[in-house]
């Protein structure tokens, strides 16, 4: 019976935020944190797939699962549709990605199974068309309303870099990779988990009811869109100079339009930031849909301590239970492994 085995990246937008079903730019890059599917072929249609943080599922190919194995289902269907001939399958996964978390625990399941289904199949891997099957069995299969940048994150980012992503054309977006190198310039991404989830696929309608009123054109979302694609060019343009102030800049106006504007974010978030703020990052925002999820700081390495330490003392002070904290900088993207 053949196996094969890929993981797949979670990611940290750096700014960019609610662009990408807007026709708009985002500046995501992948983090070490990611996900593991290892896939093996059945001789019967059968699906079985397992997970270390969720209940396992087991039905026929073709089946709609509930939860979170219809993210795998609708990734095999998508997959199915593209003309690969998927057979029944065990499907075992595992997770260094907080689920729900705003780090893009789908994306890097999907395109884990993905990789290994295409691995297992022999298929030659065109990263591209892979993103594009794994964002059809999110939008289409599962039905939530996201706009791709996620998964294009998770399949094109390649180490020290983050993926300049331009939804000018939502079919054929433009990625281009540029140089995010954190380490050389002795910073880091402090990673905040607020510990508050949300779902986008269901939950409070959050994340769908912003998608309508942009398009609806509120001027309030429209002007965070305007603004936020302004700010993307603005982040490359800081970074090729090596303004890394200006980049921190940015990234806090980025979440004052979010909080603002487009009215995403949430008190632990806001909280987050002005402590991070306080205890001198460069500059901090909410990344990924919000209602919760994760924030992010831009700090010095020998400063991330303390800044961590102030988030907690924050927290404290507020009566809210301790953030969990990741530290990380551009990471690769997926691939096949051993
Ligand atoms: C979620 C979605 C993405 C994107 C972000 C907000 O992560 O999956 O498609 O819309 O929210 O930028």
């Not at 001939?85 to 789908?106: E, K, R």
């Not at 591209?128 to 299969?141: D, I, S």
């Not at 507020?318 to 990741?326: M, S």
């Amino acid at each position: 019976m053949s196996t094969a085995r890929a993981v797949a990246p979670g990611r940290v937008n750096l700014i960019g935020e609610h662009t990408d079903y807007n026709r708009g730019l985002c500046l995501p890059f992948a983090i070490p944190l990611a996900t593991t599917a290892t896939v093996t072929a059945r001789e019967d249609r059968r699906l079985r797939v397992t997970s270390d943080s969720g209940e396992p599922w087991e039905g026929t190919l073709g089946e709609k699962p509930t939860g979170w194995a219809s993210y795998v289902a609708g990734v095999l269907w998508a997959l199915t549709e593209s003309g690969w001939d998927v057979p029944g399958l065990d499907i075992a996964l595992t997770s260094t990605i907080p689920l729900g978390g705003g780090l893009s625990s789908s994306a890097a399941l999907e395109c884990s199974v993905a990789v290994a289904v295409g691995g297992l199949l022999g298929e030659p891997l065109d990263r591209r068309a892979v993103a594009e099957a794994c964002r059809r069995a999110e939008t289409e299969y599962v039905g939530a309303p996201t706009g791709g940048v996620d998964q294009l994150a998770s399949m094109l980012a390649t180490p020290g870099h983050g993926v300049l992503i331009d939804f000018a054309d939502p079919t054929a977006p433009v990625a281009t990779n540029v140089p995010l190198d954190l380490a050389a310039a002795g910073l880091t991404i402090l990673v905040t988990d607020t510990g508050v989830r949300h779902a986008l696929a269901d939950g409070d309608g959050g994340y769908a009811q912003r998608r309508a009123e942009a398009e609806a054109g509120m001027p309030n979302r429209v002007r965070h869109v305007r603004t936020e694609n302004e700010r993307v060019r603005a982040t490359v343009a800081a970074v090729e100079a090596g303004d890394w102030t200006g980049v921190g800049t940015l990234l806090t106006a980025s979440h004052v339009s979010l909080r603002d504007d487009y009215e995403v974010s949430v008190r632990e978030l806001d909280l987050t930031v002005e402590a991070a703020l306080e205890a001198g990052a460069l500059g901090a925002r909410m990344t990924g849909g919000g209602f919760g999820g994760c924030a992010i700081s831009l700090v010095h390495e020998g400063r991330a301590g303390v800044v961590r330490n102030d988030i907690d003392a924050a927290y404290a002070a507020a009566g809210l239970p301790r953030p969990v904290h990741h530290q990380v900088v551009p990471a690769e993207g997926a691939r096949s492994i051993t």
